[in-house]
């Protein structure tokens, strides 16, 4: 017998694009807290579609939009990386953060020598 993750995974290699998954299904594909989830919903992160079932009122997450979760834009460069922690990721390298916060400074100091 086929477990949901394997279905789930037929149904993404398909590219299905209307494909719907619950908070809690999508979780454990990505393997985060459901909480994570639904405040990645509430931020945007994902698209939402809410359905009603058995007189409840269910968040339910495209299945072709958690290939991008984890996929941050560099502040630096632009470039499109993937992170571990999407929440606390700003820069794809240790350079570009340190380049970003150098010019930053400059700026502060160029401001107050005015």
Known sequence: MKSSNDILHQKRQKNEPN???TAQAAAEQLGVHVDSVMLWIKNGRFPEVL???GG???AFVPLAALDHAFEVQCRWCGKTFRAKHPAK???CCVMHRDRHMYALRRNEQ?????
């Open 19 to 21: 494909v719907l998954i």
């Open 51 to 53: 359905r009603r079932q």
């Open 56 to 58: 409840k009122v269910k």
């Open 89 to 91: 990721a700003r820069y």
């Open 110 to 114: 160029l401001r107050n020598d005015a």
